[in-house]
């Protein structure tokens, strides 16, 4: 759990860049709206990844075991893989009570299709009741649809396709962030690689925004490796003791440097609280 303290702790960094860029968007055109959108798609991943191995974690101690909930989804080689990765939980109740009641994918390619976006609606109006998360819904239900048809036929390398998945689904998510659908075009339309000397006006000084980002690298190193299983907790907790200890005590220093103490410093709640 404690590595997942860490994942958690180390979000408010990235989390402010994205609440400045969001709270004036029309100021933010260029790069510093395309690193808010790549900022965004890791905090909702680490936050609530995080929060469910808290979960699991926490469950064990106490002497049960509760299922895994993702399972490096922005590693996915399709859309099709990447929901079976991301929020395993929600997918899995979709597929067995939605998808598989309305048919399925067992009567013709038609009504495939159309099970499939009518469950990406209701996954979006789970969400919230808005347009946005409708359209949200709907969009990444036509990834599925075309992407994946697509990723068949052209028979795409795997980090390819990882990295096609990773920025359509980083796109969608600018109406996953927003506050409407006019924000969330306005938001479309400042996406960019201009206005880098603009990168530090919204709330990161120099060092801050490399910390963030050369985090991010490293959590997609440690993903990466752990998809090769090339390391896992049961390879440290292998280590012998001068080796374990000192990577313990790392980790609790750490949390405890990146950690908000005092009045007004806990408003950096789980995303997925609201839902």
């Given at each position: 759990?404690?590595?997942?303290?860490?994942?958690?702790?180390?979000?408010?960094?990235?989390?402010?860049?994205?609440?400045?860029?969001?709270?004036?968007?029309?100021?933010?055109?260029?790069?510093?709206?395309?690193?808010?959108?790549?900022?965004?798609?890791?905090?909702?991943?680490?936050?609530?990844?995080?929060?469910?191995?808290?979960?699991?974690?926490?469950?064990?101690?106490?002497?049960?075991?509760?299922?895994?909930?993702?399972?490096?989804?922005?590693?996915?080689?399709?859309?099709?893989?990447?929901?079976?990765?991301?929020?395993?939980?929600?997918?899995?109740?979709?597929?067995?009570y939605?998808?598989?009641?309305?048919?399925?994918?067992?009567?013709?390619?038609?009504?495939?299709?159309?099970?499939?976006?009518?469950?990406?609606?209701?996954?979006?109006?789970?969400?919230?009741?808005?347009?946005?998360?409708?359209?949200?819904?709907?969009?990444?239900?036509?990834?599925?649809?075309?992407?994946?048809?697509?990723?068949?036929?052209?028979?795409?390398?795997?980090?390819?396709?990882s990295?096609?998945?990773?920025?359509?689904?980083?796109?969608?998510?600018?109406?996953?962030?927003?506050?409407?659908?006019?924000?969330?075009?306005?938001?479309?339309?400042?996406?960019?690689?201009?206005?880098?000397?603009?990168?530090?006006?919204?709330?990161?000084?120099s060092?801050?925004?490399?910390?963030?980002?050369?985090?991010?690298?490293?959590?997609?190193?440690?993903?990466?490796?752990a998809?090769?299983?090339?390391?896992?907790?049961d390879?440290?907790?292998?280590?012998?003791?001068?080796?374990?200890?000192?990577?313990?005590?790392?980790?609790?220093?750490i949390?405890?440097?990146?950690?908000?103490?005092?009045?007004?410093?806990?408003?950096?709640?789980?995303?997925?609280?609201q839902?």
């Open positions: 759990m404690l590595w997942d303290y860490l994942r958690k702790l180390l979000l408010p960094i990235g989390s402010q860049y994205i609440d400045n860029v969001h709270n004036d968007v029309s100021m933010a055109e260029g790069m510093p709206m395309l690193v808010s959108a790549i900022f965004f798609a890791f905090q909702l991943y680490l936050d609530f990844s995080a929060y469910s191995d808290i979960a699991i974690g926490a469950a064990r101690t106490l002497g049960f075991e509760l299922s895994l909930n993702f399972k490096r989804p922005y590693l996915s080689s399709s859309f099709s893989d990447f929901w079976r990765r991301w929020h395993i939980s929600l997918s899995s109740w979709f597929r067995d939605l998808f598989i009641p309305l048919g399925g994918s067992r009567n013709g390619k038609f009504l495939t299709i159309k099970n499939i976006l009518i469950v990406f609606v209701v996954s979006g109006l789970w969400h919230g009741a808005s347009w946005n998360f409708i359209i949200w819904g709907a969009l990444n239900g036509l990834f599925l649809i075309v992407m994946d048809k697509i990723f068949t036929k052209i028979n795409l390398n795997r980090i390819v396709s990295f096609v998945i990773f920025w359509c689904w980083t796109l969608s998510l600018l109406l996953f962030r927003s506050s409407d659908f006019s924000t969330t075009m306005e938001a479309f339309s400042n996406l960019g690689f201009s206005n880098t000397s603009k990168l530090y006006e919204f709330g990161l000084n060092f801050e925004f490399k910390l963030a980002f050369f985090s991010l690298i490293g959590i997609m190193i440690l993903e990466l490796l998809e090769q299983k090339k390391i896992s907790i390879w440290i907790l292998a280590k012998p003791t001068f080796i374990r200890y000192p990577f313990y005590l790392a980790i609790v220093m949390t405890i440097f990146f950690g908000s103490y005092g009045v007004g410093m806990n408003d950096n709640n789980f995303i997925y609280f839902f």
